[in-house]
């Protein structure tokens, strides 16, 4: 499957998934060969794409892009990640980053002053908990579930400690060996934890039908439901690093996160906002209301994974979640979730720079 999804302003995401395509460069077009598939009954095709309408292209499993293909994606400051046959991050392909040097530079500053890095991992933490409660909320409007009040009165008991955490008070950890020990940042991560426990406690009830989730697990997903959300947390943290990559940050130093080798932490810190209303919501209607059925899954050795028109369906309903359009928070204006995830990351470097005095994160009533 060459999967175009056209989004705001005629632009869009190019999704590679038929195994053994092979994608050129044809003038200011990419055109994708794909091969034919005596399984699925497909014959030998090519798909044209104009290259100018293309911003992020995401790679699955066995698909090549001759090097002209690659050198015009990035010469248009397109990106390029690439991901397993079946979803799991691999690695990305990014043009130069924005030639303003000096937001990295107070990025890495805040990095290594533990009370501003606190206070960003401190604000990102919050956000997350209040959608995490407002979607058990929003949930149970027509339940009346108990269980769900429940939850969503024991995460904002989680959110007042969180709040109750005075970042002043920040230090870098005592033992190096032990980074979260005895410290202000070890408290945050576990109230998160405790929070987000709470959520999935509950998450179960949110589904129609005859889907079971019992808890989250990431890897290997051992049902349907964790395998959705493994795939679309996946596919959120590669929108949030192209936007820190637009605005010139570094998606590898982090805040909440452990900055490590490979791990784009800074995008897995500000996409935790972002993640009930985005992935889980994709997940809950997709499921809800049976666009996704037992079919559209597979199972290999107790690890669960869409198939191909699964992951079709997926993919759709997830870049349509990206252009719904809400009244951001902060600015008070229309703007979809694609765009606002740029607004925070913009938001992020101008708390860095200290042109505001504080970063609000993204949170919906």
Known sequence: MAHLQTWENDMATLYLTEPRSLVKKDGETLVVHIPENAERGTVKRKV?????????????????????????????HADICFCSHYGRFQGRLS????????????????????QRAFALAQAFVRGKLANMRTTLLRANRKREDSALDQA???????????????AREAAPPPDPS????????GRLLGLEGAGTSFYFGAFGRLLK??????????????DPVNALLSYGY????????????VVGLDPYVGFLHSSQYGKPALALDVMEAFRPLVVDSVVLTLLNTRMLSRRD???????????????????????????????HPVFGYKAT?????????????KWLTGEISRFRPFVVR
């Open 152 to 166: 969503a009165e024991a995460i904002k008991g989680v959110m007042d400690q969180v709040d109750g955490l005075d």
């Open 48 to 76: 044209r794409v104009p290259l100018i309408k293309v911003t992020q292209v995401v790679v699955y499993g066995d698909v090549t892009l001759t090097s002209p293909a690659m050198a015009a994606l990035l010469e248009q």
């Open 209 to 222: 039908g005859d889907w079971t989730f019992e808890r989250r697990q990431r890897r290997p997903p051992p």
């Open 95 to 114: 043009p130069p980053l924005s030639k303003n040097c000096l937001i990295r530079l107070e990025q890495h500053r805040a990095h290594n002053e533990p």
């Open 234 to 245: 996946v596919l959120l943290t590669n929108q949030v690093a192209s936007a820190i990559s």
């Open 178 to 185: 032990r980074p979260q020990s005895d410290t202000l940042h």
């Open 337 to 349: 979730y694609r765009r606002c995830l740029e607004l925070e990351v913009r938001l992020v470097a």
């Open 297 to 327: 899954f597979e199972e290999d050795l107790g690890a669960w994974r869409l198939t191909e028109d699964g992951r079709r369906t997926f993919l759709t309903k997830f870049e349509e979640r990206l252009d719904t359009s809400i009244q």
